[in-house]
């Protein structure tokens, strides 16, 4: 696939093309192929008197098509808004073009970006919800279905933003190990057969790396709104060592003000009774199982070591010892499963009545085993992973669960969402000031990432851990080195923060 264009707008016309191409290397050319790539897509702006034209025209065997708009110069903005506008009328011409030569709709039209309901929030509190659903509709052709699901879910997340103050922070902690590698994964894990002596010095020093932070978190003022322990799959750990770390979470930081302290138990073939009750006994209140299916073939396919009974075995396990917030997670769209497996494995999970499921789209990354089949002219109206979904918002919220948390990703089967169902008063927090990136989150071990948000602004500054085990322990010097940023950017803050703390 060749995209030929002219204009500043590469990221947002790319990211278009491949939601109707999710399988296809994308080529981004500024000069006119010499040789046709079939298919073919050309996105141009080109100046003309009184204005803009946009000419987009898409080739495939068989197939030419082609569109011109011309965006009168007295109709635009000017500075950004113009820019953002004329992105805008691109997008919609060309999707228009691509909808013709594949025969699909794409659910949330034009918007390709990961957090869709912090956009509908801004809008809604610049003018109000039934313009951020009409806004949605018409000018971004989001479907009904979606900007419906958008309204509720910013509705639930907009009661725990409210929660968090300037001053506020969440920690992140990276277990970077696994007991296999999933199939569909794309996360920065390694095996425990490949990474086993890793383990040992790498748990040694993100201790150390817990503590540093702490000092530095309490020496800035910030007030500790979640933890979340992380992965990979935390339960690789032996029980001792989940002790330790919650221990050492506890005695460095000032727990007083956290309202969550989550723990990802994961894969039910790393959980058992001693690991739960280290985790229960160090405090934590909320546990995600993930058994990602509960139908074993397609565990299979997808490189899980533990069946259906061992993770309805795990689920009943922490039940008994005693953890009174449990989610679980489901990936729709997974290989061989089928929307019949999967309203059997939801309705199933449903019975258990965990306080939370998440419902995720399988999202194909490049950096995962797993390759989908089919050409790329494939035109099939509507994927099996979107009637999974409608099956599962219809039976969630009959349940009584509501939608607390959405976010997208890249090549998303059927260029779909993730969803966090709750019942109430049990919506993961973490989750919700992630992914609004409301906060500063402070991250600890290999991967993990420190995201420093100015409040009341979009203003974030990042500071990578490095990504592999190895690393993390080669580099530690120099990544403690780099959280001292975290001082300083709060020292830069500070007549800021005590104006907006008053």
């Not at 405090?283 to 990602?292: F, H, K, L």
């Not at 073939?297 to 997808?302: A, F, G, K, S, Y």
């Not at 260029?415 to 500063?440: Q, R, S």
Request: charged share 25%.
């Amino acid at each position: 696939m060749t995209i030929y264009l002219n204009h500043a707008f590469h990221y947002e016309t790319e990211n278009l093309v491949r939601l109707f191409f999710p399988n296809d290397k994308i080529t981004v050319c500024q000069e006119p192929p010499t040789e046709t790539t079939r298919p073919l897509v050309t996105a141009l702006i080109l100046p003309e008197d009184g204005g803009q034209r946009i000419f987009v025209s898409a080739a495939a065997e068989n197939f030419y098509a082609e569109d011109t708009v011309l965006v009168s110069a007295d109709s635009m903005p000017e500075g950004y808004e113009a820019d953002k506008q004329l992105e805008r009328t691109l997008a919609v011409t060309l999707y228009g073009l691509l909808v013709k030569l594949t025969g699909r709709q794409q659910p949330w039209g034009i918007l390709t970006g990961v957090r869709p309901i912090k956009l509908f929030r801004r809008l809604a509190e610049q003018y109000d919800e039934a313009y951020a659903k009409n806004y949605f509709q018409k000018e971004l052709l989001v479907s009904r279905e979606k900007t419906d699901l958008s309204a509720v879910t910013e509705k639930y997340e907009k009661r725990v933003l409210a929660l968090s103050r300037p001053r506020s922070f969440s920690l992140y902690v990276s277990i970077p190990f696994c007991p296999s590698r999933c199939s569909y994964c794309s996360f920065v894990s390694q095996t425990i057969e490949n990474a086993k002596k890793l383990i040992e010095p790498y748990f040694t020093l993100l201790c150390q790396e817990l503590a540093a932070t702490a000092e530095i978190a309490a020496a800035c003022q910030l007030q500790l709104e979640s933890v979340y322990i992380g992965g990979g799959t935390p339960t690789t750990l032996s029980a001792e060592q989940l002790r330790t770390l919650i221990e050492t979470i506890r005695r460095c930081f000032d727990m007083t003000t956290c309202r969550e302290f989550t723990v990802e138990a994961g894969r039910p073939d790393t959980i058992d009774s001693d690991k739960l009750q280290a985790i229960m006994e160090g405090g934590a209140d909320r546990i995600s199982i993930n058994p990602q299916t509960l139908n074993d073939d397609v565990l299979h396919v997808i490189g899980r070591r533990h069946s259906a009974q061992e993770a309805l075995e795990a689920f009943a396990l922490a039940r008994e010892i005693g953890f009174r917030h449990i989610n679980m997670d489901l990936i729709a769209g997974l290989p061989t499963d089928t929307p019949e497996s999967f309203i059997q494995t939801l309705d199933k999970l449903c019975d258990l009545s965990p306080e939370s499921i998440t419902v995720h789209t399988l999202s194909m990354k490049r950096s995962s085993r797993l390759t989908l089949q089919g050409s790329a002219l494939d035109t099939v109206k509507e994927s099996p992973a979107a009637v999974m979904l409608r099956y599962g918002e219809q039976k969630l919220t009959a349940e009584g669960y509501h939608p607390y948390y959405l976010y997208r990703q890249t090549r998303m089967e059927g260029n779909l969402e993730n969803v966090g169902w709750a019942k109430d008063g049990f919506d993961g927090l973490y989750n919700i000031f992630v992914m609004d990136e409301t906060h500063t989150i402070l991250g600890c071990g290999a991967g993990a990432v420190t995201k420093l948000k100015k409040p009341l602004s979009e203003s974030l500054e990042r500071i990578f851990n490095y990504k592999y085990p190895y690393e993390y322990i080669n580099g530690f010097d120099e990544l403690l080195r780099r959280k001292e940023r975290v001082t300083t950017f709060y020292d830069e803050l500070a007549e800021y923060l005590s104006q907006i703390c008053l």
